[in-house]
């Protein structure tokens, strides 16, 4: 029997729980080979509780559910995997009595077309030259803030007379950006990444968070991160603390923003990668997404209890951007899926309970990234990122790059 084995992610920093989780894989495979599918199946079904979003470990659950004759569960499986990867392929011999079966290959066939069309919710609010790999935007007032990664150039573009222009550079690409406690301040994130135009290797992702006056176009503050970091997002509380995700590690920097001081760090237990951030409307809560596991919710108190959103029907993996609209609904911005898509998620206290395609597989090539909630509830996002035209030495494919488009849904 020929198996389609997906190679597992192997992560950089292997904790113990990382180690469990290749070690149920690896005891799986092992089942698999054996022919022992009944342990095939059980082993996967532990690992999914360490990892609930991991596709090689749902998809060989899905195997096993087929070889088990559990097409029921197997399609429900397949269907989810779908939701993050509408090209899936399971035509071998292990998936044989499923594909046997009319009424789940009609459905599964249906799922996909779903999935990968086209869907356009919002419109181009404005453009930046294609000059610009443009991260992250905030806008106070009628002016647009921007951050690049190419050549940690902060950008403005004034929404009234429809004109751009640079405010200042720093040193290291430019990242998160959000509006200060005062709206003449900005924050913004930076790191020496290697798709930065001056990268120093021996500086790698030496990263700094900078309070920048807009108005004089000065930095007031620089505040040193002690350690290897990438903070690709930001957000302020009223108490006047800023909590921003770290890349490189999983772990949530707590800045002062009155002192302008790096107050605390804190790792997340069970994270891997930590991307978009944002607060419920009480603030007592804040919403992270981990672009490998999926999304979690901790209290601005304690750290050390995430509790982490499931989903039957969908895959929440390759989150980056994380906007809360209200107690019950969430915008993500998905770009490690097939096709990329910005979505509405209907949260209740630890379930997704409903989840809504607002864009899907816009014609341009580029990787929509983070984005703000705006005037009168509207959600405006970086849609075509230059993230994927570099070449394996991260050296830029100018031929390739984009104009920049932030595009805007008027409606939620």
């Known amino acids: ?22 070690e149920l894989y690896k005891k799986s495979i092992e089942a698999y080979k054996s022919k022992d599918y009944k342990t095939f199946e059980k082993l996967n079904l532990e690992a999914l509780k360490l990892h609930p979003s991991q596709p090689t470990i749902l998809f060989n659950l899905a195997a096993s559910y087929v070889l088990n004759r559990k097409n029921e569960k197997a399609f429900e499986v397949l269907s989810a995997l779908q939701s993050w990867n509408a090209e899936l392929k399971f035509e071998d011999e292990d998936f044989k009595h499923l594909l046997e079966e009319k009424k789940f290959i009609n459905e599964l066939q249906k799922k996909a077309s779903f999935f990968s069309a086209q869907k356009e919710s919002s419109s181009i609010l404005f453009e930046i030259s294609n000059k610009y790999h443009i991260e992250d935007v905030v806008v106070i007032e009628d002016i647009a803030y921007l951050t690049d990664i190419r050549n940690g150039v902060i950008i403005t573009y004034n929404l009234k007379t429809k004109k751009s222009e640079e405010l200042l550079s720093l040193a290291g690409a430019a990242f998160a950006i959000i509006k200060g406690v005062d709206k003449n301040f900005i924050w913004v994130s930076s790191s020496m990444f290697p798709n ?125 951007g994380l906007t809360c609209i209200n107690n019950k609904t969430l915008i993500a911005i998905q770009n490690n899926s097939n096709p990329k898509k910005v979505i509405k998620l209907t949260i209740d206290t630890n379930t997704v309970t409903k989840i809504e395609i607002l864009d899907n597989a816009l014609p341009s090539k580029g990787e929509p990234t983070n984005g703000k909630l705006y005037k009168e509830k509207k959600y405006l996002y970086i849609s075509n990122s230059q993230w994927p035209f570099y070449d394996k030495k991260n050296a830029p494919l100018i031929d390739k790059w984009e104009p920049q488009k932030i595009r805007i849904f008027n409606t939620l």
Not at 12 to 17: A, C, H, I, K, V
Not at 212 to 237: F, H, Q
Not at 241 to 255: C, E, G, L, Q
């Open 1 to 22: 029997m020929k198996f389609k084995i997906f190679i597992i992610l192997l992560l950089t920093t292997l904790s113990g729980y990382t180690q469990s989780l290749n």
């Open 196 to 320: 930065y135009s001056k990268y120093d290797k021996e500086q790698n992702n030496k990263a700094f968070v900078y309070k920048i006056n807009i108005k004089n176009r000065n930095i007031v503050t620089k505040i040193e991160i002690p350690e290897e970091a990438v903070i690709g997002s930001m957000v302020l509380a009223k108490n006047n603390k800023i909590y921003a995700t770290n890349s490189v590690s999983p772990k949530i920097f707590v800045i002062d923003a009155n002192k302008g001081i790096l107050e605390n760090s804190f790792e997340i237990k069970d994270a891997f990668n930590l991307q978009g951030i944002t607060l419920d409307t009480a603030q007592q809560n804040i919403f992270v997404a981990d672009y490998i596991k999926g999304i979690m919710k901790l209290n601005i108190t304690n750290f050390s209890d995430p509790i982490w959103y499931t989903s039957d029907a969908y895959l929440l993996k390759g989150i980056d």
